[in-house]
């Protein structure tokens, strides 16, 4: 499968999830274009510091867009699955062309629903150290999978970290990693400021 890669630090993407994009870069409204008229898929990946891609990513068809008066588009992806990159293709566009291969095992196993509260109070004191204005009962009716998924998609962690959620081959090892982090930023930050 060939489908254009927009490289998007801190934009990670999950299947079943929305991800509201603005496109501005002239390069990318072109790769927005290209998509359009082809099968409107788009490759969602992070770059590592030295700018390398990584090699796992989401792929996520656009289901709604809007051309601005400025010339910019806004579009909603929505993730359909994850992928392994196999070779960049060689173009005449300004835009990365790559041929890539689904991987269908990732996150396939169930999660209780009971470990739910958890996550939720452990998100909440993080907004609170992190000073995010989120409301969490706007998200409590979520299934634990969908809470997992939203957590690491809006959080302000570090690049490695998101892609290291992304790349997590099971759904309660992206539980596991999730509250972890959530705990050891969130006691890093009491620490911090109790030593301030």
Do not use: H, W
């Not at 699955?81 to 291969?101: A, G």
């Amino acid at each position: 499968m060939k489908i254009p890669i927009f490289p998007l630090n801190g934009a990670v993407m999950f299947p079943k999830t929305n991800l509201p994009l603005n496109i501005f870069e002239e390069r990318y409204i072109s790769m927005i274009d290209y998509s359009l008229s082809n099968n409107r898929f788009l490759g969602m990946v992070q770059q590592k510091p030295n700018n390398e891609l990584y090699n796992i990513g989401c792929f996520g068809k656009i289901t709604a867009f809007n051309e601005t008066t400025d010339k910019r588009y806004l579009i909603n992806l929505e993730g359909i699955n994850y992928f392994k990159i196999s070779k960049q293709l060689e173009t005449d566009f300004k835009f990365l062309i790559y041929e890539i291969e689904i991987l269908d095992s990732f996150n396939n196993n169930p999660i209780e629903n009971s470990l739910k509260n958890k996550i939720l109070d452990s998100f909440k004191k993080y907004n609170e150290v992190k000073k995010i204005n989120f409301s969490i009962k706007e998200i409590s009716d979520l299934s634990i999978i969908d809470l997992l998924k939203l957590i690491v998609m809006i959080s302000p962690f570090e690049v490695s970290v998101k892609q290291m959620f992304l790349e997590l081959k099971s759904n309660k090892e992206l539980y596991k990693n999730v509250l972890s982090t959530l705990e050891i930023e969130t006691a890093t930050k009491n620490k911090t400021t109790s030593i301030n």
